[in-house]
């Protein structure tokens, strides 16, 4: 299973129920990784989006603990053993996480790729992410070139991998 997600230097993700910026590039990337994929997501990151509307050509699963939520076109799941029975028959590589906090820290234990996008920069936060290169669990396989994006805020993309122990 993947995580997907984007940090800044202090491992902020989100702010006041969304996300601290607007990067096209990174915005991009979010939409090729998933497309046609499985995503899993809390109930507070599904209502972030515009009109509190599932992400397009994706699968969405969603999680709360609200046994009457209902929204059009989304899987709703009540636990986290309700998610995994969810996607038992499916790639596990073509399912994605996709946040907010809570979800990352219930699903990490189960990922064992991470593509992380790093903002330089610091923001306002009230939501985080785990430090995965302060781990000795995950690895940082990949990681592009530091890149301007057209909102002028630099960013560098990395990939970690579950470290395998023999
Ligand atoms: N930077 C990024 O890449 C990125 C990506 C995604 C989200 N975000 C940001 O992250 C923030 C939201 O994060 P968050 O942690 O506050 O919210 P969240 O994880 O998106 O959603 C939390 C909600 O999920 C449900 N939930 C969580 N754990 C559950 C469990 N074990 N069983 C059943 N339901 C469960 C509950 O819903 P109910 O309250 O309905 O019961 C809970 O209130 C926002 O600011 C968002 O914009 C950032």
Not at 29 to 51: H, P, Q, W
Request: a neutral charge.
């Amino acid at each position: 299973m993947n995580i997907i997600v984007a940090v800044d230097e202090h491992f902020g993700i989100g702010n006041l129920g969304k996300i601290q910026w607007k990067i096209k590039e990174d915005m991009d990337f979010f939409r090729r990784s998933t497309l046609n994929k499985t995503v899993i997501m809390g109930r507070k990151t599904l209502d972030s989006f515009k009109c509190g509307k599932p992400l397009k050509n994706r699968h969405n699963i969603v999680l709360t603990r609200d046994k009457c939520f209902k929204r059009e076109n989304v899987t709703v799941v009540h636990s986290v053993k309700q998610a995994l029975e969810k996607i038992s028959d499916i790639d596990t590589g073509d399912v994605y996480i996709i946040g907010g906090q809570s979800i990352y820290e219930a699903f990490l234990p189960y990922c064992d790729k991470a593509f992380v996008t790093k903002v330089h920069g610091v923001f306002d936060a009230d939501t985080y992410f785990p430090d995965l290169d302060k781990s000795d669990e995950w690895k940082l396989i990949h990681q592009s070139d530091r890149q301007i994006t057209q909102s002028g805020i630099h960013i560098t993309f990395c990939e970690y991998e579950r470290v395998r122990h023999e």
